[in-house]
């Protein structure tokens, strides 16, 4: 490239999204997909795309990160990688902003189209209120965007997971054993979903585990266990949803993001998870108004990206 770019950069636990867009588009280009594994230190992956895309002229870089970001030290807790912001910036020479992966999320949000979402129930957004994000990758993300467009930010992956009736406190205190402190993390995320599967196998005598994929495709064909896990998962996760709605104030609306979701709709049942949702006692009329969605759209995290660097 001849003429400056801007790079961006979505950083999960498993992949780091890359892509670039000129100063006068936002449209991602060359997007490259980086697993965290194949490579020691955070720097080798920037290294890697800059030259595998061959900018030669590069204005800024945006990292969303899926870690905590009010520090000098960005440290990942589900992968390998720790950096410096200020290393980071003198051993490239290029203005680095750092902001949550979640963040990156909800910045996106009000660019999405209808075609990019997959509304459950009736309510719509209203304009001038706060949307909340939230999503299971290989951890689970939280954010809210309030109005005026300012971020509110979130660790809520850590809050404890607090089961609903008497199967979820079985497999609460299955867990217990292996965590000591269950959060929802635990149970809406990559490793999360094989956390059910092993402990619903446990409820039936046995004591298997299995890779999220593995449980997915499992379900997919039949496989008892594996159904109950997803369909754990999607109670747990609309229950959330909706505890996360009525914390955040979020009347204009509840965004479910994050990779796992989508591979998980075949047989999704939208009027028992919305149900779930809104079963919040005195507070159900409320989460009954709420806008609630999965977010169906290709790299939001990227483009919360470019959304950050605009303002």
Same mark, same amino acid.
């Given at each position: ?11 999960g ?29 955070f ?7 800059i030259?595998?895309?061959?900018l ?5 870089i945006?990292?969303?990160?899926a870690?905590?970001?009010s ?16 290393e ?9 902003? %750092?902001i949550?992966d979640? @963040?990156?999320? !909800? ?6 189209? +209808?075609?990019? &979402? =997959?509304?459950i ?9 706060v ?36 199967h979820q ?13 269950v ?6 995320s990559g ?9 619903n ?19 997919q ?5 594996? %159904?109950?896990?997803?369909d @754990?998962?999607? !109670?747990i ?5 909706? +505890?996360?709605? &009525? =914390? ?9 993001s ?24 005195r507070?159900?009329?409320l ?25």
């Amino acid at each position: 490239m001849n003429s400056p770019v801007k790079i961006v950069a979505d950083i999960g636990g498993t992949n780091a999204r890359f892509a670039y867009v000129s100063t006068d588009s936002d449209e991602l280009l060359c997007i490259e997909i980086l697993p965290s594994a194949d490579f020691p230190q955070f720097i080798d992956t920037i290294r890697h795309y800059i030259e595998h895309a061959q900018l030669t002229l590069i204005d800024t870089i945006c990292l969303a990160v899926a870690a905590p970001v009010s520090q000098d030290w960005i440290d990942f807790g589900n992968n390998h990688w720790a950096f410096s912001r200020a290393e980071l910036h003198e051993a490239l020479g290029i203005p680095i902003t %750092v902001i949550n992966d979640f @963040d990156a999320q !909800a910045l996106c949000i009000e660019g999405l189209v +209808d075609s990019e &979402l =997959m509304w459950i129930g009736d309510p719509r957004p209203s304009e001038g209120l706060v949307k909340a994000v939230l999503g299971p990758g290989t951890g689970l993300g939280v954010s809210a965007l309030i109005p005026g467009g300012y971020i509110v930010p979130s660790e809520g992956g850590n809050t404890g997971f607090s089961p609903l009736d008497d199967h979820q406190q079985a497999v609460h205190e299955i867990l217990r054993q292996r965590y000591g402190r269950v959060t929802i993390e635990h149970v809406l995320s990559g490793i999360g979903l094989s956390n059910l599967y092993w402990a619903n196998s446990k409820l039936l005598g046995h004591d298997r585990e299995l890779r999220p994929a593995e449980v997915t495709a499992k379900a997919q064909n039949g496989d008892s266990c594996s %159904v109950k896990a997803v369909d @754990d998962f999607f !109670a747990i996760l609309a229950a959330v949803a909706g +505890d996360i709605a &009525l =914390m955040m104030g979020a009347n204009g609306g509840v965004y479910i993001s994050g990779g796992i979701v989508p591979r998980l709709l075949e047989g999704f049942d939208a009027s028992v998870f919305r149900r779930r949702f809104n079963d919040k006692g005195r507070a159900s009329d409320l989460c009954a108004s709420i806008p609630l969605a999965i977010v169906l759209a290709q790299h939001p995290g990227l483009r919360g990206c470019v959304e950050a660097l605009k303002r």
